[in-house]
């Protein structure tokens, strides 16, 4: 089955630098990456996601790149806020069904 | 903003015993999902349902876990005999019928097996 992996388990930046996650998956019919953002006591939220036919998305200060040959795709926060504090995973998938989701990154913003 | 909402938040059950952790997904969506994530563990897939029945199921989900939905709006999962490594936070999750219609999972119930 797919195998996700993601990196780094936690990620300490000040306000206002930039925060990259990374995962990496095995599977390479996997065809959808969401990311979510789970902040404590709640459910994951989704934030972006991407689709294998396209290499990056945007949505203003989050994007997501998918390096499909590489089996990498990651999570770029910009101009990061204390609110951005909180534990993301990405996940892999083919289709819909079932989501092989990363270990997890735990973000702290510093003020 | 629609929302899945989950029953009970915290559930404390002696070892063997049944629960039942319940689910309301958002009204629309046609397939649902319950997830776990043990403590400081990955998040990990169950069982997908649709169109009243089972879709998928992971090695997980062996025959102490069955999921029902018993009317038009409760997605329910039952464990019959729970043991101690059932601990962990269960999330259920539902999403529409779209092709591109995102995973909207609920705020979870905290399991302890004692």
């Known amino acids: 089955g797919e195998n996700v992996e993601q990196h780094p388990s936690t990620l300490s930046v000040q306000e206002g630098d930039s925060a990259v996650i990374k995962c990496t998956y095995s599977d390479s019919a996997s065809n959808y990456f969401p990311w979510y953002k789970q902040e404590l006591g709640k459910g994951p939220q989704l934030i972006i996601d991407?689709?294998?036919?396209?290499g990056e998305k945007k949505d203003q200060r989050i994007a997501v790149t998918l390096n499909k040959t590489a089996k990498h795709f990651s999570l770029h926060i910009t101009e990061t806020q204390p609110e951005d504090s909180a534990v993301y995973f990405c996940?892999?998938?083919?289709?819909?069904?079932?989501?092989?989701f990363g270990s997890g990154t735990k973000l702290n913003v510093k003020p | 903003e629609p929302e899945v909402t989950q029953t009970p938040s915290h559930q404390v059950t002696q070892m063997g015993q049944e629960v039942i952790l319940r689910c309301v997904p958002i009204?629309?969506?046609?397939?649902f999902y319950w997830y776990r994530q043990i403590l400081g563990q990955k998040v990990e897939f169950l069982v997908s349902?649709?169109?009243?029945?089972?879709?998928?199921k992971s090695e997980i989900f062996d025959d102490q876990f069955s999921v029902e939905r018993p009317d038009g709006s409760n997605f329910t999962l039952k464990i019959r005999s729970t043991k101690l490594e059932d601990s962990a936070m269960y999330f259920c999750a539902s999403r529409g019928q779209g092709a591109n219609s995102p995973l909207h999972f609920g705020n979870g119930t905290r399991l302890t097996v004692t």
């Open positions: 349902f649709y169109n009243n029945e089972i879709s998928e």
């Open positions: 009204s629309n969506h046609l397939y």
């Open positions: 991407i689709r294998s036919n396209v």
């Open positions: 996940a892999a998938s083919k289709g819909f069904n079932k989501f092989y």
